[in-house]
């Protein structure tokens, strides 16, 4: 990258907790954030079990005219920002005076989409679905309300790329900076995290029925995993040219050193080998980084049988086998889909920072295809200056990210 | 609906709905001030008293009711 390009603010709403210091504290205990829902259960789900996220008042914030416009994954996306915006030390006089922009993820509006419609089809009239509803049922919802509500006069986009959006936000942004083109980019993603987003996805059985152990149903890599947790929130991260955060006097807390990125061009749903093996390839070489530099792998596995399986074989092609250790957060989390390629990088930072890696919690044993990398079961307080992040997506969407400590 | 029973569930929907004292809703009261109402929000007052009252407040006629009593009188007038 010609620019370097930093991290300088961070904020999270999750399920493991919405602060910087409670989810530092929750990822070293082992937290898990998923719940049984009895709503989920009685209104017709195969799994009820999901991430346990706050809802997020924003009276005091927002005026409710503008409010108006935001659904919920709008409405995580905006509070994760003002936290990174208050923790990079950057106020409404600066975003009045700089170019800042912003690139998001975000990859469904189900819930707004069908309460407008569902209020057209009952009173046979578009106006009873709301000033709002325009607004709230495009996938860009959340750029265009931060960006109005934050006054950002910089690049304004969405990026959807299922799973890894938050990820591809991340990784399009510290290009955007690093070709000079965008001093500061706010980035990250969110998920809408009522059972509308994913009912259907709980329709193609994706989801683990250990209901009667939620907070033992999400362990990816683990031999006995049967699927993914459902979860939501928002994550944000400011990235920055490394000269201008410097002229501002901001705290760089960590450096994107390289994006790397690939399609399968394979199954709409089933994952291979050789598309991540490319992401992380490919990141590795952008980055110019000898893999025996990376000192922890945040994984994207999700829990799922053949998804866990192909991303450790592809870890093990690039790494060698049970090498550089490797933990995925979703045992803590639940799958934090749209919102998880910027959350992991936020946990991964808050773990390289505070000196210690995770524990993949509920892991017990491997299975005979995810042995081949070392999984730790348990946290463990060491210190690492580099961690790779994996996200993928459907659609066979790949995104690599390496940071490093400043 | 008698204008009693309308006005009372009027009131308490847009107090509700614009998260505004319902206490500040009288019948001379300007409505655009009041509920601080703009071009899109406007489209929400349209929308409860149709879904409410099965009553169309037409383009031609919506600059005639400023105050809420104008909006009582014409809700009283075309419900159906």
Request: contains cysteine.
């Amino acid at each position: 990258m010609a620019n370097r390009v930093v991290i300088t603010g961070m904020g999270i709403w999750s399920c493991i907790g919405t602060s910087l210091d409670e989810v530092r504290d929750a990822l070293y205990q082992g937290k898990s954030g998923i719940i049984f829902s009895q709503e989920r259960k009685d209104a017709g789900f195969r799994s009820a079990l999901v991430g346990n996220v706050p809802k997020v008042d924003l009276k005091p914030y927002v005026p409710r005219n503008l409010r108006n416009f935001m659904p919920e994954e709008a409405m995580y996306g905006y509070i994760a920002t003002k936290q990174a915006l208050d923790n990079a030390g950057i106020d409404e006089d600066y975003l009045n005076t700089h170019e800042v922009g912003i690139i998001y993820g975000n990859d469904s509006v189900a819930e707004a989409t069908m309460q407008s419609l569902d209020k057209f089809r009952q009173a046979n009239s578009t106006v009873a679905c709301g000033s709002g509803a325009i607004f709230q049922s495009m996938n860009s919802n959340i750029t265009m309300n931060l960006a109005c509500l934050f006054k950002l006069r910089g690049i304004n986009l969405t990026a959807s790329a299922a799973c890894a959006s938050g990820s591809q936000s991340i990784g399009l942004a510290a290009l955007l900076i690093s070709q000079g083109l965008q001093d500061c980019v706010i980035c990250g993603g969110a998920e809408e995290n009522n059972m509308y987003g994913i009912a259907s996805f709980d329709g193609i059985q994706a989801f683990s029925i250990r209901e009667d152990e939620p907070e033992k149903a999400s362990r990816p890599f683990d031999a006995s995993r049967d699927g993914l947790v459902p979860s939501g929130g928002g994550a944000t991260v400011i990235l920055e040219s490394y000269e201008h955060a410097v002229k501002r006097g901001a705290n760089i807390i960590a450096e994107i050193v390289s994006w790397g990125f690939s399609g399968n061009g394979d199954h709409i749903s089933t994952p291979n080998v050789a598309g991540p093996a490319r992401s992380l390839e490919l990141c590795l070489r952008n980055g110019g980084i000898d893999p025996k530099q990376i000192g922890y792998i945040n994984a994207h596995a999700t829990s799922t049988v053949i998804g866990d399986r192909r991303e450790a074989q592809a870890i093990a092609q690039l790494f060698g086998e049970r090498t550089v250790p490797v933990t995925s957060t979703k045992s803590q989390t639940g799958h934090e889909m749209w919102m998880a390629g910027a959350s992991e990088i936020i946990y991964s930072t808050l773990m390289m920072k505070n000196g210690f890696i995770a524990g993949n919690i509920n892991f017990e044993k491997p299975d005979e295809e995810t042995a081949c990398i070392n999984v730790l079961p348990e946290t463990k307080e060491t210190h690492f200056d580099m961690f790779l992040s994996n996200s993928f997506g459907f659609g066979g969407t790949n995104s690599t990210i390496i940071v490093k400590n400043v | 609906m008698t204008r009693e029973e309308i006005i009372a569930e009027i009131n308490a929907e847009l107090a509700e709905e614009f998260e505004i004292d319902e206490a500040t809703i009288t019948p001379d009261a300007p409505i655009y001030q009041t509920l601080e109402l703009d071009s899109l929000s406007l489209v929400d007052l349209i929308g409860i008293v149709q879904t409410k009252y099965g009553v169309l407040i037409s383009k031609a006629e919506l600059p005639t009711i400023k105050t809420f009593a104008q909006l009582y009188d014409y809700i009283e007038q075309h419900q159906k």
